[in-house]
């Protein structure tokens, strides 16, 4: 009886191990990119045209694996020890925080590649419901009484806080830079915001599943996935008169590909994502491209809109997230539990 | 008599309180269960399959079923050891360790996964011992693991507390002066008498390892194929606006409960049975 029982935990013991070997087996290159909540369609057909590249290239097999999540959490994971061998966030802050926090890439990350380390850009854009019948075109129409906006927490997400400087920016230009003004400006539009979720995704399934609200400030290849993936004919896009230029930065994780050895694919890695076909496939899940011919090609699938720069408009992340977005900032001052 | 008492309330109080239960049962019970199967097959059988098929979602099945293949026998282990030294015994410090036991309960479950980040994360107390020395706890299998273990604690010792004690201790004293040793006592008398018990106990436990998001949601790093589990794989799924995938991927978690409220059914009643 005794010795059945040992007999049957022990080949439990075995059995169970083997099926675990697989999963921490490592037969070919595996990268890890760890990025934020939107990116998923993005990756998904970029990661496939890597691997292809890869294999023709360079005769590996490289599989990509991805998390996403909101770009602070992810930020976070990684600090706290989750091993990305590349990181893809909403935005340069996030980076920093990694870079300032612990000494896995150096400070200057953002300088390594060209264009801000941002090889898509993207804009904050409005997505109404279908016939737009709050009449919404213009920041201006999101402070009305009556009208109910739907953003994600600036504290917790990254296009929230792009939604954020968007709304301020408009305000500034408004108001001769008036910082007064555009603080009230940007409190009456909170207070038209009936719910805060914690990402964009969160925010999106808020507006779309749950029915919630008039507008979404929305990233725009967000946007554009809803209007042609959950209801065609449904909703429709509205471009502001003024918009910010987001930039979702990459970078390389120094430490973490050192100690896996995939430096060398990382690289090539971020590398390809500047590449025409890496543009190519960001401009189809409607992120801007950077580069000139596939931008010229995909032009006419993003409006032209005026967009401010974080550097020129609010002297760069750090500043803006000191001012605006840490404990005691802006957004603190004006967001009240109604 | 006191049946008979129960029974002088006029029929229509009887009445009116079973359908307010029935009612209340129907609505936040059976109407979500029959939800995610309707949503599940929304899209037909065709879409139901491939996602189940898909190699994502059955890393996180092995996944989950890896992780309960670990937590539940130690949880037997330990769930056993625990009850059996608390009902059959008096020591110092018990009262300390049966509040130990129900610790995982009170605490929200995210904090228990931030616990083991804090504990084992690369900023954490031991994180950059485990950095040198290459060994990956959080954000991999072994911090899954851990994070279920420590919600799924109480689960067996709980339920096999309240048996051991309602049994006593005579049938093991008989045993102790008739000679039996201390091992041969708790495997021939304690382990039979208890054997529902402790099945009981497994399923449950069994139940919540599965079922288990919060925690585990702290420490899995959401690295898809990798480190997902079967409830980390639905939030993906539905967050990348496929419901029907997602509800697929639920409703097999949903069959596990009611297979577990069955199993649950059949063993209470053989407990019953024993007790009588």
Not at chain 1, 155 to 175: P, V
Not at chain 2, 206 to 230: D, P
Request: with cysteine; charged share 15%.
């Amino acid at each position: 009886m005794k010795t059945n029982r040992m007999v049957v935990f022990i080949t439990a013991l075995v059995f169970g191990l083997t099926l675990a070997a697989p999963v921490f087996a490592q037969s070919k290159v595996t990268l890890l990119n760890v990025s934020y909540d939107p990116t998923r369609e993005l990756y998904q057909a970029f990661n496939k045209a890597f691997a292809d590249h890869w294999l023709k290239t360079d005769g590996a097999t490289v599989t990509v694996n991805q998390s996403h999540g909101g770009s602070g959490k992810q930020a976070r994971a990684v600090i706290d020890g989750l091993e990305a061998d590349v990181v893809t966030l909403a935005l340069a802050y996030d980076i920093d925080a990694i870079a300032g926090k612990t000494d896995l890439l150096p400070k200057n990350w953002q300088t390594r590649l060209a264009n801000n380390s941002a090889p898509y850009a993207s804009t904050i854009v409005f997505l109404v419901r279908k016939g737009n019948p709050k009449n919404i075109k213009d920041w201006d129409d999101l402070i009305k009484p009556g009208v109910e906006v739907i953003t994600p927490n600036p504290k917790t997400s990254g296009g929230a806080r792009w939604n954020y400087l968007a709304a301020w920016g408009f305000a500034l230009k408004k108001w001769n830079n008036d910082d007064t003004k555009a603080k009230a400006f940007v409190a009456a539009l909170f207070n038209n915001v009936p719910v805060l979720d914690s990402g964009a995704r969160g925010s999106t399934t808020t507006f779309v599943e749950r029915k919630i609200g008039d507008v979404l400030l929305a990233w725009e290849n967000e946007a554009y996935l809803v209007l042609n993936q959950l209801g065609k004919g449904e909703y429709e896009i509205v471009t502001p008169s003024l918009s910010i230029l987001a930039e979702p930065s990459v970078a390389l994780v120094d430490k973490n590909v050192d100690r896996h050895g995939t430096r060398k694919v990382a690289e090539a890695y971020l590398q390809y994502l500047y590449s025409a076909e890496g543009q190519e496939i960001a401009a189809k899940n409607y992120y801007r491209p950077r580069l000139k011919e596939v931008a010229d090609k995909y032009a006419s699938q993003f409006q032209s809109v005026n967009l401010i720069t974080i550097d020129e408009a609010f002297g760069g992340w750090k500043k803006a997230q000191q001012t605006h977005f840490d404990d005691n900032g802006t957004f603190d001052q004006i967001y009240q539990v109604k | 008599m006191s049946q008979l008492n129960a029974r002088t309330e006029p029929r229509f109080v009887r009445y009116f309180l079973i359908t307010i239960a029935l009612a209340f049962f129907a609505l936040f019970l059976v109407l979500p269960l029959v939800c995610v199967f309707h949503n599940a097959l929304s899209k037909g059988w065709v879409v139901y399959f491939d996602a189940l098929k898909h190699p994502d979602a059955i890393a996180a099945m092995r996944m989950t079923l890896m992780t309960a293949l670990v937590v539940v026998p130690m949880n037997l282990v330990f769930g056993v050891a625990a009850a059996w030294a608390i009902s059959k015994f008096d020591f110092r410090g018990k009262g300390l360790l049966l509040s130990l036991i129900d610790l995982p309960l009170s605490v929200s479950p995210v904090i228990a996964g931030l616990i083991f980040i804090l504990l084992f994360g690369a900023q954490g107390f031991l994180g950059p011992w485990l950095i040198a020395h290459n060994i990956r706890i959080v954000f991999a299998w072994p911090a899954i693991v851990l994070a279920t273990l420590f919600v799924t604690v109480p689960m067996v010792a709980r339920e096999l507390i309240p048996i051991m004690k309602s049994q006593g201790t005579e049938e093991e004293e008989a045993a102790l002066t008739l000679g039996a040793s201390a091992w041969k006592t708790f495997w021939l008398v304690s382990v039979p008498n208890l054997r529902w018990g402790i099945l009981y106990g497994v399923i449950l436990c069994n139940a919540r390892a599965m079922g288990e998001f919060g925690a585990v949601s702290v420490v899995s790093g959401h690295i898809r194929g990798l480190t997902n589990t079967m409830p980390l794989h639905v939030e993906i799924l539905y967050n990348e606006y496929q419901s029907a995938a997602a509800f697929a991927v639920a409703s097999l978690l949903a069959m596990l409960a009611i297979v577990t409220l069955i199993a649950k059914s059949i063993v209470e009643a053989h407990i019953r049975q024993g007790q009588k």
